[in-house]
């Protein structure tokens, strides 16, 4: 069972081991209870060219059933809050932090004249669970009335629509761990008893810490957690999944553009990977320094059970960002060593760097 604040009350493995939740998840597959996403559901005849016009991604080439990763900045090039575009059959949908999901709808609205377009704010009203692992078709074909064939042919972020005990399932492909996974997004009524089903069978519960290193070793950064309303997205590294550089105009499109053409790409700092020797994950923000002179903050941080070391994101100078770059991190007194490193830190598809 899973109370609503996506806490496991009971499975088969327990919440203190870590390892064994770890292990399991990259073998077979887990599953996380998602209460924090935000959820808007839009309507209308004019969705998806007032969407393409408003984020950074090319909304007009998604049919339904598809989907793509996308962001709304404001003027300057800032992140306002980054999100999952799902086009289905009658209505377009974002998925986005909870944190950002009122502002993101009211910001979307302030740009609405005449436009056939209505938002509803689903934020509280959906369940969403996270399947990770190669396993995860496996489970979500066995609970489901979709078949594991059309699971396996979704490309990420396609979506399809299933029935759980009579209850409709939104099925989204997802690659938050690297591995294979999907998100299922159901009415908030019947999350609990899903994710019970799911524990029945054998799926493994993912306590957050898990999650998040899983998420780290992906190379994955998180709103608010790794970027936030001060980051440009090329400095996060995710304009190939999040930016269309063959689109119009959209807000905080001229920023982008000079980085990319006018700039050659630099930018005062970098999201990167770093390795940390010894102790334990250090808190976020923890600095960085190189030569004794400040260069960034860590943003995320965990121990890693696969790769047998701590791996954390950051932000470094430009001229630190390459790989192999030797650092010092500095959290609650202790200055420790660490090494700059290429993202993701471990390919979830080859299970072997796993095990």
Known sequence: MTDLRGKCTTSTVGEDDLE??????????????????????????????????????DIQRLAPGQGCYAALLAPNGRMISDMRVI??????????????????KAK?????????????????????????????????????TIGQETLDALCEHGSAVAQFNGVPVQIVMSRITGAHGFDLCV???????????????????????????????????????????????????????????TKGCYPGQEIVARVLHRGGGRLARKLVGIVIEGGSAPAAHALLQRDHN???????????????????????????????TEVEVHDEGEARHGVVAALPFLDAADPSEAS
Not at 21 to 48: M, N
Not at 109 to 138: I, K, N, W, Y
Not at 303 to 324: D, H
Request: with cysteine.
């Open 87 to 104: 086009r289905g059959a009658e209505a377009v949908f974002l998925d986005t932090p909870a944190s950002t999901a009122t502002e993101l």
């Open 187 to 245: 009415d908030a009524g019947a999350g609990a008893a899903l994710h019970g089903e799911l524990l029945r069978l054998g799926c493994v519960c993912l306590s957050p810490q898990i999650f998040k290193v899983m998420r780290i070793e992906a190379g994955i950064p998180l709103f608010p957690d790794d970027m936030d309303n001060d980051t440009i997205p090329l400095e996060a590294g995710i304009e190939d999944r999040a930016i269309s550089q």
């Open 20 to 57: 064994t939740q770890y292990r399991l998840a990259r073998s077979s597959a887990g599953v996380t209870f998602e209460p924090t996403r935000g959820r808007l559901r839009f309507t209308g005849k004019d969705v998806i060219p007032f969407l393409h016009r408003m984020l950074t991604n």
């Open 294 to 324: 400040d260069i960034g903050r860590i943003t995320s941080a965990a121990y890693s059970p696969g790769l047998g070391r701590i791996v954390a994101l950051g932000y470094v100078r430009w001229e630190s960002r390459a790989p192999g």
């Open 108 to 144: 979307l609205e302030q740009f609405l004249f005449r436009e056939d377009v209505h938002v509803s704010d689903l934020t509280g009203a959906v369940a969403l669970l996270g399947l990770h692992g190669p396993a995860a078709a496996s489970f979500v074909a066995r609970l489901t």
